[in-house]
């Protein structure tokens, strides 16, 4: 596997995969479970539905205030404040669907764009207005990107060596016939609660499908390795206050000058957020998963 993705060709694909494929320049991956016959099952969100970044703004705003005391503003000034203009200015046009820059580009990624215009796919049609659990065919899951494999059952020194979330994780993969049987079960209409990019998204659905594990605390980012990659990188920002450490993208982190010990916390912090370590993890079973969402849901009201 490499240290950012593990790319395979269509002719090594095998029903139950968990296959993802990078959006935007590598600042997002869409995620999915192979199902056979061409077809992938995949958790997305539709084109009308409102995007929920508030949570994701807050962050990033909380980092820029506390890294920039005590820091000298001709290291940190510049791009922290394009950073917290960026944030300010988003803040007005939060829930809806196009944000602007940056964020326009992660929250739309998501979407099944491909198809759709005035050149439908022949085998799906036009689904960039669909959300929740769908069906596609493998063109139009790709969007025109490459094929990845999410790998399953790494090593803890292979998990900290590799730098990007969202490409592998130490949980180990329940056999393929279960796999696919959730993922069925999920696109019959059983759902798998609201789409949201941080605690909700297409990566923790195809882990799910994988191993059955659902994270039991009310805690934020879920499963998915991306978003846990966004809290530990920010996490760290706050930490090394002289160090030059900007999150840019989900699962990305972009550092001058920066300590070691400060890359080594992030994979440190990264790891334990690692359904395959967590301790708040217990399998479910699919039918189940529904009364599970439903019983959250009444909690967080």
Same mark, same amino acid.
């Given at each position: ?41 995949? +958790? ?6 409102? !995007?929920? %970044?508030? $949570?994701?703004? =807050?962050?990033?705003? #909380?980092? &820029? ?93 292979? +998990? ?6 969202? !490409?592998? %994780?130490? $949980?180990?993969? =329940?056999?393929?016939? #279960?796999? &696919? ?121």
């Amino acid at each position: 596997m490499g240290l950012l993705s593990n790319k395979i060709s269509r002719d090594d694909l095998k029903p139950g995969d968990h296959i993802y494929s990078w959006r935007n320049s590598y600042t997002y991956s869409h995620h999915g479970i192979y199902v056979g016959d061409g077809k992938v099952i995949h +958790f997305t969100r539709g084109g009308g539905q409102e !995007t929920r %970044t508030g $949570a994701f703004l =807050d962050k990033v705003e #909380e980092a &820029i205030h506390f890294t920039r005391e005590g820091v000298p503003e001709t290291r940190m000034g510049t791009v922290l404040g394009k950073i917290e203009e960026f944030v300010h200015f988003t803040r007005g046009g939060v829930l809806e669907a196009r944000v602007g820059s940056f964020l326009d580009k992660i929250t739309n990624i998501s979407i099944p764009n491909h198809g759709g215009g005035n050149y439908p796919c022949l085998i799906c049609g036009d689904q960039s207005n669909l959300d929740g659990v769908i069906s596609s065919c493998l063109n139009c899951f790709l969007s025109g990107g490459n094929l990845y494999l999410f790998e399953y059952g790494v090593s803890k020194a292979i +998990f900290m060596a590799n730098p990007r979330g969202g !490409t592998c %994780t130490i $949980a180990t993969s =329940d056999p393929f016939d #279960e796999v &696919i049987s959730r993922a069925k079960f999920l696109f019959q209409g059983k759902g798998f609660g609201h789409y949201d990019l941080l605690e909700n998204n297409c990566e923790g659905f195809a882990i799910y499908c994988k191993t059955g594990l659902v994270i039991l605390s009310n805690t934020k980012f879920g499963s998915s390795g991306q978003a846990s990659s966004v809290s530990a990188a920010l996490g760290v920002l706050k930490r090394c206050r002289p160090a030059v450490m900007v999150p840019l993208t989900l699962g990305t982190v972009v550092s001058g000058g920066v300590a070691l010990v400060g890359y080594g916390t992030y994979c440190f912090v990264r790891m334990n957020s690692d359904v395959g370590v967590r301790k708040d993890v217990c399998k479910i079973l699919v039918e189940d998963l529904v009364t599970f969402y439903s019983e959250n849901n009444k909690k967080s009201t």
